[in-house]
């Protein structure tokens, strides 16, 4: 039997606070001295569509989502899972996985958090009425029944999942998934709260309406502007938390953020302005950090049939991905630590061997040559130029790079027409394919290679560029059959390398301002999943 109830040290340091412990002069663990302001504040990029836990579909809800709900198991600072909701996991044969979940989990209103919850929040996810962006994900995830509860041919409630009890939650999958319990991690998976969305339905998560489980709650928000947290007394952990309000800025210019941060505004934000990392490093030491962050940038291309007849082409595709010298970009626009990226996979991914390309071998001046060949072998060149439209998301750096890449695309004789909007429109435009090519990036849900490849498969509600190849379905779908699955993650790499089926273009890192006096941050962990209720100020010295 596989059983697991994990506990490391960042959760030892967490749990032995006990009491009010932030009315205490030191930290009880660490002996640091506690500062009497025990608040955090950071900057974000964009305002978050949504918090509501099945329809977030981007990092900056996901942030928050971690706050203020709690699913089965959550992580420690070094991405290792430890208990959530449930305080032990197990399963035989790695195909039926049983969660017991603990009594003293608790709704913000003092409602008991029941394996019922789970059962209703998975359901919700599946079910077609709900128009999940991350419905595929449930389906990823191998739950019995998920894919045709996804598609409308069987009702949500012959998803996989059953409470045996309150405090019991039995998983069935269609196959053996030894890594089903990472993914229970990710926001789609977390509870919600179903007779609180059904007396105030769209409007459920607005202050004063909302339920939720986790640390915080949410106490204020006014959108695009702020949004503030508070400690929630319900939590089975209330009494170990240290910082006692959350306040989270959007912020859209990143050069406007760093002004407010080094004025002592905020303690953090996670976006540098591009080139700005070496000359902060130099004078911030304690503050600037720079870690593998499992994300890749890329520029999605639209494979639809309102995309643009040229990009059909995969010579015209892969052509655009040679001129692109990525090392101009994350060495000299950049210069954070960001890799030049010829696959898809994050190289730091748990497990992934990066498959050698044939073009990340050449030299630019080689990759430039057969670029111009291959324009020319599909009828295009300056004597029979394309006029393409790039979309991005507001963000300066996103802006220094489109510009530098459609420079790079002019010898081809390629016109880039480069436009700009704010987060909810940018995600509303590439959804509906109202685009040539569009900036994109992929952080991983869970860290194993399939959370990137599985995004590349026909079915995939994230697949804005509409790629589709038989053989990629195919493969993915066999890889979680596999006791190894490496060689079809290589395999599955060069199809995408040949049809070109999105542009790589760097591999990121997380570079970003912390204030020195937060401590416990999680550095380690790769998939930037990081919890309040873990973190603690210091006094300044």
């Not at 900056?60 to 203020?68: C, D, F, K, L, P």
């Not at 503030?228 to 210019?253: H, K, Q, S």
């Not at 070496?278 to 600037?288: A, H, S």
């Not at 059909?312 to 000299?332: E, G, H, M």
Request: hydrophobic share 40%.
């Amino acid at each position: 039997m596989i059983r697991r109830s994990m506990w490391t040290t960042s959760a030892i340091v967490t749990l032995a606070l006990g009491g009010a412990a932030w009315a205490q002069d030191t930290h009880p663990v660490t002996g640091e001295a506690l500062s009497e302001d025990q608040t955090f504040q950071y900057r974000l990029l964009d305002q978050f569509p949504s918090i509501d836990p099945q329809l977030i579909e981007e990092t900056a809800g996901g942030h928050v989502a971690r706050q203020i709900f709690e699913g089965l198991l959550t992580q420690n600072a070094d991405g290792t899972l430890r208990p959530g909701v449930a305080r032990e996991w197990s399963s035989e044969d790695n195909q039926t996985w049983t969660f017991t979940l603990r009594e003293d989990a608790r709704w913000s209103n003092g409602d008991p958090v029941t394996a019922d919850d789970f059962v209703y929040a998975w359901q919700r996810a599946a079910d077609p009425a709900t128009a999940s962006e991350y419905a595929w994900y449930v389906e990823l995830s191998q739950i019995r029944n998920a894919a045709a509860a996804i598609a409308g041919e069987v009702p949500p409630d012959e998803l996989g999942v059953r409470a045996i009890d309150d405090r019991t939650l039995e998983v069935t999958l269609s196959q053996p998934l030894p890594y089903f319990p990472q993914m229970t991690v990710h926001y789609t998976f977390m509870p919600t709260h179903q007779p609180t969305i059904e007396a105030h339905g769209a409007n459920w998560t607005n202050p004063g309406n909302i339920v939720s489980n986790g640390a915080y709650m949410l106490d204020e928000i006014a959108v695009n502007e702020f949004f503030r947290l508070v400690p929630n007394p319900e939590y089975w952990g209330a009494d170990d938390i240290i910082i006692d309000e959350v306040t989270g800025f959007v912020i859209n210019d990143v050069n406007q953020a760093l002004t407010r941060f080094q004025a002592g505004e905020f303690d953090m934000m996670d976006e540098l302005p591009a080139g700005a990392y070496p000359r902060l490093e130099e004078e911030m030491p304690d503050t600037v950090h720079s870690v593998p962050r499992l994300c890749s940038y890329y520029y999605t291309i639209n494979q639809s049939e309102s995309g643009h007849e040229a990009l059909q082409d995969p010579r015209v595709r892969t052509a655009l991905s040679y001129a692109i010298n990525r090392s101009v970009i994350t060495d000299q626009v950049l210069q954070a630590g960001q890799a030049p990226a010829y696959s898809f996979t994050h190289w730091a991914t748990a497990g992934f061997e990066l498959p050698e390309i044939d073009y990340s071998t050449w030299t630019q001046d080689e990759r430039m040559a057969r670029a111009m060949e291959l324009m020319e072998e599909a009828g295009y060149g300056p004597d029979n130029p394309i006029e393409l439209n790039l979309i991005y998301n507001t963000s300066e750096n996103h802006r220094q790079i489109a510009t530098v890449i459609s420079q790079m695309w002019r010898p081809l004789g390629v016109t880039t027409t480069l436009n700009n909007f704010e987060w909810q429109s940018y995600l509303e435009i590439r959804g509906q394919q109202n685009f040539d090519v569009a900036r994109s990036a992929w952080c991983g849900d869970y860290n194993e290679a399939s959370t990137f490849l599985d995004l590349l498969t026909s079915n995939n509600a994230n697949n804005d560029g509409k790629y589709v190849n038989d053989e990629v379905d195919r493969l993915m779908a066999e890889s979680v059959t596999r006791a190894d699955p490496q060689p079809v993650y290589t395999e599955v790499e060069q199809i995408l390398a040949e049809d070109m089926a999105i542009i790589p273009i760097y591999h990121y890192t997380q570079n970003f301002m912390l204030d020195p006096t937060i401590r416990n941050w999680p550095m380690t962990n790769v998939e930037n999943n990081w919890y309040v209720r873990d973190i603690y100020r210091v006094a300044a010295e």
